[in-house]
């Protein structure tokens, strides 16, 4: 064997070989099967409860091996281009991001900010539609720290539901509060997964991303909050007893914690690099945990246990292994979209939209508004739905000439809302879960329903109306130059 086949062969073998064009039996739409049977067997596992993460690595991985089937071009060619579709750069960043931005997260907690915050509620004293008002901007300011959604809902619903219950909340608009504050968080922090995905995807910086989209989540949360302090009130209280014993498992302390979330914020807002910003994040987390004379094994802890086997835990590995099973979904999905890439159904579906737009934005816009509710109403979890209508939106906003921040925008509020907003979806039944085992700890706690609560996610059906709205009307609008800056329509020329 020649040196230079034998070059081929190991360039193919870690793939370097590039597939132009895959033929599928059908036609170009034929491509699609990996995503449709994920989507399928999503909402199959939504409607039965049984969505896991790990389910929904398995659905794609089952729809990926049933497209190989329908493939006329070589096998090995669909392989590689499984493979190429993996190691494009924005699926690789997005998951490098997550796993600082998961450690970061783990920190925060470990060193108690959710005590913190839950301490300064406490201590103003307020009852019924008050409360509620202070659990969506508590909810929503530690959503925005942490960057996790999902933990807020599991945090808050485990400490914030029961207390607000006591002091006179209305159940279903308390839930409906602590799910906005997630929506608020996941849609705004520079550490959620959703506004990595949505900047990375999309080609954007993800500091220039959440300063642009700010506008759009304070427009909605003013209502969203005037709202929850007006309709929040008329429960019929608990018994002193539980809310006593509430309050005896928080503190002050955490809020010392709030420096790092500060300095991660500060830096990331003024232009450093996401990695930088958390990193100094991480370390100064780790020197307030240790001030704070908590055991620096909530950080790492490396033991055997009685079986003689190794064991590491802590924040720091809880941080990276709370992201594995995304990592991986987002990496089959970035492939599947891209069997449709070089099958030329891309090219189809974005050639039938520009149809329809007819080179007009607003339609454009509309048009991405409506692919991203679409496939959310299918995919129950908010991060995976966002990497799967990301291309369509990248083509489409590329074609019109649409800014990466506007693109990055639209992608993330309609999906960070619609994740909190179906009865079926991730977010929603994450906050039924928890409340049912709170209410196994005190009697008296009310299990509110999926069903009931989703109208009342102001935050998400504000965000929702917002971005329709700047749809539109062209609020908001940028057009990217030549350089990739921002371009107002007034002074743009096609």
Known sequence: MGKKHQEEVIDEAVGQKKVNKLEFRGGVFTATIPLIFFIIWAIVLSVTKLVTEEALVLGMVIGVAIGLFFCKSKWSDYAQSL?????????????????????????????????GLIWFGFQTGIEGGAFVGLTFILSAL???A?????????????LMYPAGVILGADPVILLAAILSGAVFGDNLAPVSDTTIVSATTQEADVPGVVRSRFKYSITAAIPALILFILVGGGGNGGNQQALAEIKSQVSANGLLMLV??????????SGQHLLTSLTWGILASIVFIF??????????HVYRNDAGEAVIEGALMSGIGGYFNMAILILFILAAAHLMEVAGTMEVIKNFFLGIIKNVVRRAELSIYGIVAFLNIFITINTAAEIAAAPFVRKLG?????????????LDTVTSSLGYIFPWSGGVLLAWATIKGAADEYEFLPVVSPTE???FVFQGWGLLTVMLIAALTGWGLRYSGKNGEEI???????
């Open 83 to 115: 493979f190429s579709g993996m190691a494009q750069p924005i699926g690789v960043i997005a998951v490098i991001a997550w796993f600082w931005a998961g450690m970061f997260a783990k920190l925060l907690s470990a060193g108690g900010l959710v005590e």
């Open 142 to 144: 530690f959503a925005t």
């Open 146 to 158: 942490v960057g996790t959604g999902y933990g807020t809902v599991a945090t808050f619903g485990i």
């Open 260 to 269: 790092p979330f500060i300095l991660v914020l500060y830096l990331a807002l």
């Open 291 to 300: 001030l704070s004379g908590t055991s620096l094994t909530e950080v790492l």
């Open 398 to 410: 590329k074609e019109m000439n649409i800014h990466p921040y506007r693109r990055a925008n639209f």
């Open 453 to 455: 609560v989703f109208p």
């Open 488 to 494: 107002k329509p007034k002074d743009y020329k096609a």
